[in-house]
Nanobody, 111 residues
Framework: VELVESGGGLVQYGGSLRLSCTVS????????VGWFREAPGKGREGVSCISVIDGKTYYAEAMKGRFTISRDGAKNTVYLQMNNLKPGDTAVYYC?????WGQGTQVTVSS
């Protein structure tokens, strides 16, 4: 299983970004992908996850209403739409499936 993130960057307070996680190595759509983030000096925290086969989603409380996770099965891609970004959202964002992690993509929100 391989996961590759993209879409990070520098954005101003209140701005938006859409992260992508392209996956490969799965033999079916019956799997889940999660997004995590790690800010400087802090541990890795869960952001959101989605079941690719049925689209069921989960969000950490702090992200509800601002972040939306979705998937495109035909493109083998999971997205994380992030709106109303705050400086506290600055972190490296990783996608994950069980023990497999992507390389991460940096999101920086300026105040």
């Amino acid at each position: 299983v391989e996961l590759v993130e993209s879409g990070g960057g520098l954005v101003q307070y209140g701005g938006s970004l859409r992260l992508s996680c392209t996956v490969s190595g799965f033999t079916s759509d019956d799997y889940a992908v999660g997004w995590f983030r790690e800010a400087p000096g802090k541990g890795r925290e869960g952001v959101s996850c989605i079941s690719v086969i049925d689209g069921k989603t989960y969000y950490a409380e702090a992200m509800k209403g601002r972040f939306t996770i979705s998937r495109d099965g035909a493109k083998n891609t999971v997205y994380l739409q992030m709106n109303n970004l705050k400086p506290g959202d600055t972190a490296v964002y990783y996608c994950n499936h069980k023990t497999a992690w992507g390389q991460g993509t940096q999101v920086t929100v300026s105040s």
